[in-house]
């Protein structure tokens, strides 16, 4: 069963109980040979990891890729396929529209 997903107002996507989004950060160690595989094998992704979308910086040395899934777990078994021309951070992310809503909710959740 796929991730359930809602939208805020401005049509980005946002998480659910079930699902949460994830930022993530790849280091190019060689671009050409990474879209070299891209073109020839696509993004390799176990179902259950979803591709929303990315940016790639002018210099082609990092990529900013936003995913979603229910199950972090199923990261491991993307980042094996491309380990060798990439190195990933993976950070769970919330939209703005939803950080403000779960501050207005609860102030004291943004106290350190």
Known sequence: MPAAKSEV??????TTEAS???MVIEQF?????????FGEKGRMMPDGLNYISSWIDTDLKVCYQLMETEDPALFP?????????????????RTSAETAAIVERSPDSLKS
């Open 77 to 93: 078994r993307w980042t094996e396929n491309w380990d060798d021309l990439m190195e990933f951070k993976i950070v769970p992310v």
């Open 29 to 37: 160690k060689d671009a050409l040979a990474i879209y070299r595989r």
């Open 20 to 22: 949460m989004l994830y």
């Open 9 to 14: 107002a401005d049509g980005t996507p946002a």
